[in-house]
């Protein structure tokens, strides 16, 4: 509702959210709602696979995103 309600009056805005959880219903929700782009990490980056150094989890779940997000941009 916020990005729309920005995006209304200034439809030429390219408003980019960050901090979003990278799950595939949160990313389409934003991309629908007019983001030009996401930037994610939270969930990505935990403390957990940083700690124990976890990059296949993180490259993994990058992936993710990153097809979610190629399916949804405009």
Do not use: K, N, Y
């Amino acid at each position: 509702a916020w990005l729309g309600s920005v995006l209304r009056p200034m439809p030429w805005s390219r408003l980019v959210p960050t901090g979003c959880p990278s799950d595939a219903e949160t990313l389409r929700r934003w991309f629908a709602a007019g983001a030009a782009a996401v930037g994610v990490g939270p969930d990505i980056f935990t403390p957990a696979r940083l700690a124990d150094r976890d990059i296949a989890g993180m490259a993994q779940a990058l992936r993710g995103a990153l097809e979610v997000a190629r399916d949804s941009a405009v």
